[in-house]
């Protein structure tokens, strides 16, 4: 029931710390790659509209 938050070293199930990029075990420096999460595509603002009028598109 531990679905959020930090995983778990699969090696002596300790809970990982965040550093850059990654997943780190503090006992054993296992490392977990994070993957980049995706862009949210937010062009719903009036920014896209006014830069397809200038552009002529
Ligand atoms: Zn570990």
Known sequence: MDEYGPP???HDQIVMRDVP???EC???GHQ???EP???PAVFDGPDIEDYRRRRGV
């Open 26 to 28: 503090p006992h054993c």
């Open 32 to 34: 977990i790659e994070i």
């Open 37 to 39: 999460a995706p862009m």
């Open 8 to 10: 778990r070293c699969p």
């Open 21 to 23: 990029d990654a997943w």
